[in-house]
C-alpha cells in the first residue's frame, strides 16, 4: 500500500484582503495539522498591502509574492501555481476558509484515485448563516452542460490540483471574471480527468470581500461569452442568471449588452413572454410601478434562489 502523501501547497490570490486574511490563513493552519503545507500568496498590487505583511508573520508556512503590475486574480492563480513546490495543490480565495473535514476528505480521496483536477461542493456563509445549497453530481459530461443546463458549479475555492496525473491545464490569464466556470470548461476541453468531490466541507464567504462592485464588469462577461459559450442554450441560461441582478441594479450597460444576447438567441414561446416582460419593466422608472414586470422578476429570482448563484 502507498503512504499517503502528507504534502500540499495552497495557492491564494490576494487583492485589499488584510481584513480576513488572518482567518483565511488560521483556517488553513489549522485544517493541515498534520501535513507539511506552504501557502503561496500572490498580491495583485494591494494598498494594504504592509498590514497583510505584518499578519503573515504569525504563519511561518506562508509566503507572499508581490506582483510588479496588477492584471488579476486569474493570472496571480497560475504565478501561484507554477512556485508551488508540492505535487498536491489546492486553491483557495482570500475572503473563503477551509475546514478540517475538507482537507481530510479530499487528502484521502486524491490518495486514492488517478486524476488531475478535483472540485466539488460547499457550504455558503452568508451575514455569518451557513446555507447548503443542493448541486448535481458532475459526472464526466460536458462542462458547459454540467454549469449551465444541470445548473450545477465549480468555485476556485474547491479546486485541487494533482499534478501527478494533471495534464497543465491553467486559469485563462485573460479573464477577469466567471475565472472558475472558465476553469472548468478548459479542464474539459483538455480532457483532464476530473474528479466530483460531493462533500459539503468548503467554506464560501457570500458578499465578504467588500472590494466587489455591484455595477458588472461587461467586458469579461463579453470576453466569457466569446471564447467559452457557444452554444445559444449554454448562452440563455447565463443571461437568465445575470440578468437579474442588471436589472435589480438598474445597470443599463448590463441590460443592454444581455438583452442584445436574448436577441441574437432568438427566442419563442414562456421564454420569449419572460424576457420581454424584462425589458418593458427594465425601462426607467417602469421596473417600480408595473406589478406584472415586479411578480415575473420574483418568480424568476425564486427560481434560482434554489442554488447558489455567483455573479
Avoid at 501547497?9 to 483565511?24: A, G
Avoid at 492584471?71 to 486553491?91: C, D, L
Avoid at 415586479?294 to 418568480?299: D, E, I
Wanted: with cysteine; hydrophobic share 35%; proline share 3%.
Amino acid at each position: 500500500m502507498i503512504p499517503p502523501r502528507k504534502n500540499m501547497s495552497v495557492v491564494v490570490p490576494i487583492y485589499n484582503s488584510s481584513s480576513y486574511i488572518e482567518q483565511t490563513l488560521k483556517s488553513i493552519q489549522d485544517s493541515c495539522e498534520g501535513y507539511e503545507i506552504e501557502a503561496i500568496l500572490v498580491d495583485d498590487k494591494s494598498k494594504n498591502i504592509e498590514a497583510v505583511k505584518i499578519i503573515l508573520e504569525k504563519f511561518p508556512f506562508a509566503m507572499l509574492i508581490e506582483k510588479e503590475e496588477k492584471s488579476n486574480a486569474a493570472h496571480s492563480r497560475n504565478i501561484g501555481f507554477e512556485k508551488s513546490q508540492y505535487e498536491k495543490v489546492f486553491f483557495l480565495d482570500s475572503d473563503d476558509c477551509f475546514t478540517s473535514q475538507y482537507i481530510l476528505n479530499r487528502n484521502l480521496l486524491m490518495d486514492e484515485n488517478e486524476y488531475g483536477v478535483y472540485f466539488g461542493g460547499y457550504t455558503t456563509v452568508v451575514n455569518n448563516r451557513k446555507i447548503i445549497s443542493p448541486r448535481p453530481v458532475y459526472q464526466n459530461g460536458d462542462m458547459r452542460d454540467y454549469l449551465f443546463l444541470q445548473r450545477g458549479d465549480f468555485r476556485t475555492s474547491t479546486v485541487s490540483i494533482d499534478k501527478k496525473y494533471h495534464k497543465g491545464t491553467v486559469f485563462d490569464p485573460e479573464m477577469k471574471k466567471h475565472q472558475d466556470w472558465g476553469l472548468g470548461i478548459r479542464c474539459y476541453d483538455a480532457k483532464e480527468r476530473i474528479y466530483y468531490d460531493d462533500s459539503t466541507y468548503m467554506i464560501i464567504h457570500e458578499g465578504r470581500n467588500d472590494q466587489m462592485s455591484a455595477s458588472m464588469n461587461i467586458e469579461a462577461s463579453e470576453y466569457f461569452v466569446q471564447n467559452y459559450l457557444s452554444d445559444k442554450k449554454h448562452l440563455l441560461n447565463f443571461v437568465e442568471v445575470h440578468i437579474i441582478r442588471a436589472i435589480c441594479n438598474k445597470d443599463d450597460k448590463a441590460l443592454k449588452f444581455f438583452f442584445r444576447l436574448i436577441d441574437e438567441i432568438s427566442l419563442s414561446g414562456k421564454k420569449k413572454l419572460i424576457f420581454d416582460v424584462f425589458r418593458v419593466g427594465s425601462k426607467k422608472g417602469v421596473i417600480e410601478v408595473t406589478s406584472p414586470a415586479l411578480y415575473a422578476l420574483r418568480r424568476l429570482k425564486k427560481r434560482f434562489s434554489k442554488k447558489t448563484v455567483r455573479y
